[in-house]
């Protein structure tokens, strides 16, 4: 009888200790970030362009324990490089970035460093502002593709760093780019 009495309060103080032990979830967070993009193919667009720059705003819900969907719009920017070509100007490149992706969350909830990996989907719209050369000035119309990335990163108690690759499926080549974020959490 000793025996049980003492299962039983090792068992009743155990749900009460992890009960208590458990981190209440947010229905959803606010992620925003900004860094630099580096093009990477095809090499028109690698050697052609500069390092750009980006910005972006996630909206998080909890889909299952460590486990999120992320609702993503992001604005990447890429000048030019003329080089030492004269009378050229323009033909700044620009991605606007609208998905979703799932984020799996790999560090323990208390925590203070918690790394995670994503991969997502959504419609990419290209465009290019006017290219002014010697011969004219041209214009460009944009174009809606499909993309898809895949990325990681490590979050900090409000702030986040987040590499990725995103890869825009266009006609032949398909555009590719690496973003460098640092960003925070709301």
């Known amino acids: 009888m000793k025996k049980i009495a003492i299962l039983l309060a090792v068992l009743v103080f155990g749900v009460v200790g992890s009960a208590s032990a458990q981190v209440p979830v947010k229905p959803f967070t606010i992620y925003g970030a900004a860094g630099l993009s580096s093009p990477t193919s095809p090499d028109g667009f690698k050697d052609g362009y500069n390092m750009g720059y980006h910005a ?3 909206l998080g819900f909890n889909a299952f324990p460590k ?6 719009l992001g604005y990447h920017t890429f000048g ?8 050229y100007d323009g033909g700044t490149m620009s991605f606007i970035l609208a998905g979703g992706d799932l984020k799996l969350n790999l560090g323990v909830p208390l925590a203070p460093v918690k790394p995670f990996v994503f991969a997502g989907a959504g419609l990419a719209v290209l465009s290019m502002s006017d290219l002014t050369t010697p011969l004219g000035t041209g214009s460009f119309e944009s174009i809606n593709k499909f993309y898809f990335e895949i990325g990681g990163g490590v979050e900090f108690t409000q702030f986040f760093v987040r590499v990725k690759y995103v890869s825009v499926a266009t006609e032949g080549d398909s555009f590719a780019l690496i973003p460098l974020s640092i960003g925070m959490k709301f």
């Open 56 to 58: 972006d705003a996630q």
């Open 67 to 72: 486990t999120e969907f992320l609702l993503n």
């Open 80 to 87: 030019a490089d003329f080089g030492d070509l004269t009378g």
